[in-house]
């Protein structure tokens, strides 16, 4: 029998905005995630009730807010949710588009349990595939100075943190959640590139971010298993 490998990060921001919905999907997403991806949604829910209340123990959340993008934002931000979180698996982005080094260390030395992950390039920056490739290499390498723990990867991309990894250019717990993915069945939206989330996760990544698929499915729990197993399976021959 397979092991679920928890490898999705469910983003509830594309969810109706209605809290009781959320709360549910992710109460009942838990056996099949490792936790929910909020941006929008967590100041619509409540960061106390969302985090101290509704979750299931060992829910993770990736918290991906717009107006936090920034260090001197982030750290402001991370200490609101360390005051009600301390021990819940957190991760936050923070962006690595005109960074300082220093305030990146700083943000990485005052992270308490929580996981920093760098946020490598806006995708208004990737006029051809070669400049990503660069960006996400130099910004990776920005992220393991500073001392944060991952970096989130466009799907097309995490080939190259993969391999920086196998090289030894970057440490083997290095987080990298692929972003963008799309299964065969599903509409591309605004990706020109198809990636499915087993190829992210064969290609080298640790977690692979799904929103529309499952939120906008009229079963969401059932296309959430499916999605999960087909992870599950590509996480573990990844693996070997």
């Given amino acids: 029998m397979l092991t679920i490998c928890r490898t999705i990060f469910l983003d509830v921001d594309d969810v109706p905005h209605q809290d009781r919905m959320r709360i549910s999907l992710m109460e009942n997403a838990r056996p099949w995630v490792a936790g929910a991806k909020v941006g929008d949604a967590i100041e619509e829910i409540g960061i106390q009730r969302l985090f101290m209340y509704h979750i299931p123990e060992g829910m993770a959340f990736l918290v991906d807010q717009k107006d936090a ?38 943000l990485a030395a005052a992270r308490g349990k929580m996981s920093i992950i760098l946020v490598p390039f806006l995708s208004s920056e990737l006029m051809e595939r070669q400049l990503g490739e660069l960006l996400l290499a130099r910004r990776a390498l920005l ?24 090289k030894g250019e970057l440490p083997v717990e290095f987080v990298i959640i692929a972003t963008g993915t799309r299964s065969l069945d599903v509409s591309l939206h605004n990706h020109a590139v198809r990636v499915t989330p ?19 499915a009229s079963n969401p729990l059932k296309v959430l298993e499916e999605l999960a197993m087909r992870c599950s399976a590509a996480r573990s021959a990844a693996m070997i």
């Fill in 69 to 106: 993008d920034t260090p001197d934002r982030a750290v402001r931000r991370m200490r609101k949710y360390l005051a009600y979180s301390p021990f819940l698996p957190t991760f936050m982005t923070v962006s690595g588009v005109s960074a300082d080094e220093k305030k990146l260390e700083s």
């Fill in 198 to 216: 087993e190829k992210a996760l064969r290609d080298g990544a640790t977690h692979v971010v799904i929103g529309r698929e499952v939120t906008k």
């Fill in 143 to 166: 992220a393991k100075r500073c001392g944060l723990q991952g970096i989130t990867c466009p799907a097309p991309f995490v080939r190259i943190a993969s391999a920086m990894k196998i």
